[in-house]
């Protein structure tokens, strides 16, 4: 069921420039973790703070649990809006105890109530041990986890996140990814998390919101999003793909490429002759001895488990050649210059545009 719906949200900075968001709708369900993703500049914390009520829509309405928050003609101020926020830099105050920290947000509570919430807060950080630390003693994960418990401790509707894996370190990012999704998971938290990394959205994210320049480019499940973009955009956005312009052959059903035909498609949808686009995953492409198509290899990039071909495909009936990229497993034995032959089932190409 529909908990928070966004509707139409649109802000523009400067009179004449591109809205830095513009016109984006999405839903989100009640437990549900969706990340706001996209690459730096698109809009993500410019719409988080409009949800949080830090900054004013030029249009658009927003709703939590049926409620107008923000509608056509009134705006509710972010204290009364039920929002948890965590801002990039954690923001904890550095001379109170992370107890202290996490009592902070509790208004209106007996003391013997608040005490008992930083209690259960502290368990479900698993911070137990540092109820009377103050923040600068913490690790950054550490830190990270008392301004969630913070942020979660007055029951919030929703909590919000901003770019909350920014600070953290490499090593420590996958870890960090784990836990923000098992303690928001464990408090049955609604939540909303900005990132521009494809990995932290797809690690903690029950939904992807994919912007570019302050438009969504697509909603989906993270599987959804990585199999069946929408567009180039997102093709190349969430993971590594190889783009290639075709043509609807003559039945309907089959598609004219510079690397090859594809036959048998199976939801061509476009009418004969009009082109198209594809993007195929390089672990979609099966290098094979007696493979139906072929290339030479420009460059080999060993992974630990797979190796990366980069080779350039020969030119289909008289189209130029094309390069591509092929994860193939580390078992295959293949040379730089070589020959390479490869097989595309048609029930991995997406037909994108
Ligand atoms: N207060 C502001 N005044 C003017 N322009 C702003 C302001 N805040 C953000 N912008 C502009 O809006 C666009 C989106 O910014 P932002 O929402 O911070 O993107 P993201 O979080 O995706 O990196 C950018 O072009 C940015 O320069
Ligand atoms: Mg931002």
Redesign the pocket.
Known sequence: MTFIHINNLTKR?GGNLAP?VNQVSFSINKGEIVSLL?P???????ALRMIAGFENPCEGTIQIDKEYIVSESSVTPAEKRGIGMVFQEHALFPHMTVAKNIMFGLKHMKRSQKIQRVKEMLELVELEDYAESVPSRLSGGQQQRVAIARALAPRPHVILLDEPFSNIDAGLREKMRYDISAILKKANATAII?THDQKDAFAVADKIVVMKEGMIQQVSTPKELYRCPSNCFVAQFVGKTNLLQGIVDSTGTGIETSVGTFDQMPAVLQSPHSKVMLSIRPENISVSETGRYSGFVDRIVYGGDSQEIHLTAEGHRGLAPTPLLINAPISFDIEVNEQVRFDISSNDITVIE
């Open positions: 900075f830095a996209g730096s500049g698109c809009g993500k914390t410019t900005v």
